[in-house]
């Protein structure tokens, strides 16, 4: 398990005693995936919040040290030279892996060329936006018609990929103030025309028992919450709670990822460090640590 902190990244030998092996050290990273097929790690991190590519390959070299070949490359590459990005996500559509990017004032749409280009290339961009998005989304209408989805503080927008047009989807006009966007969950078996909308502490299916800092949508299609005294499991299609485990103590928890049947999540600790945990999710929606 790759996994990172406030001021680097590491990878967590989970088949032995354990053992932890640093990767990067002195970089702060805000968000990465780990896409296996691709050999690549994508990242925002740094002071700047670049988009980053790191190879697989080249991070296995420095544990196992096994091939001067790939140990000479240099083990990154940056994705169209973006700096201050918010926000991205990694969706497939057929055989076309799209990254959409969020920035301060803007959404960049990538496409990933296989070889030779072995790289994410430019598709379309989106500049000079009513609202600053905050989180990003795509979805494919009906297996026909590109959307991106991005939230922002007013809230909850949409962009016509081949027009260009942007337009709102809900803006919650019964909070005063700005809101706080969480998630953007495109509903399975639906087309892409269905969404799940998380903003503060309730959202337009679930109410929380506590405002979460997190919250993520599971392949079991339940919406999991991390609030700062409990992680609530909630169905997707009705909201009901299925599932809660309280803290110990009061701490503020990030989804990390899901794997398998596991959730993977850290927990900020004073001073700027970090733990992770992971939680095992049974058939009866019961928490095993």
């Known amino acids: 398990m790759i996994g990172e902190t406030l001021s680097g990244l590491w990878l967590l030998d989970r088949s032995g005693q354990g053992k932890v092996y640093s990767l990067i050290g002195r970089r702060r990273f805000q968000q990465m995936d780990v896409l296996e097929g691709l050999n690549v790690l994508i990242t925002i991190s740094g002071k700047k919040n670049k988009l980053r590519l790191y190879y697989l390959s080249w991070l296995r070299n420095k544990i196992l040290r096994n091939d001067p070949e790939v140990e000479k490359r240099q083990g990154w590459s940056s994705v169209g030279e973006l700096e201050g990005c918010v926000h991205y996500k990694v969706v497939r559509y057929e055989k076309i892996k799209f990254l959409v990017v969020a920035l301060k004032n803007a959404v960049e749409v990538y496409a990933w060329a296989p070889k030779p280009y072995h790289k994410f290339m430019a598709f379309k961009s989106f500049r000079a936006l009513p609202q600053k998005p905050l989180s990003v989304d795509l979805t494919v209408e009906e297996g026909q018609r590109l959307k991106v989805i991005y939230g922002s503080v ?35 078996q639906t087309l892409g025309t269905e969404l799940l909308v998380c903003y503060e502490d309730e959202d337009t299916v679930l109410q929380w028992g506590e405002m979460p800092a997190s919250v993520a949508y599971l ?55 970090s733990q992770i945990y992971f939680m095992t999710l049974g058939h009866n929606s019961l928490f095993n640590w």
């Open 154 to 188: 007013s809230g909850f927008h949409a962009i016509d990929v081949d027009s260009g047009t942007p337009y709102d989807l809900y803006l919650p006009t019964h909070i005063q103030g700005s809101i706080r966007p969480h998630a953007i969950v495109l509903l399975p």
């Open 219 to 273: 392949q079991s299609n339940q919406v999991m919450g991390w609030g700062e005294k409990a992680i609530e499991l909630r169905s997707a299609k009705t909201g009901n709670l299925e599932g809660v485990f309280m803290h110990k103590k009061a701490q503020k928890l990030k989804f990390l990822c899901e794997r398998n049947d596991k959730v993977f999540f850290a927990s900020v600790l004073s001073g700027g460090s």
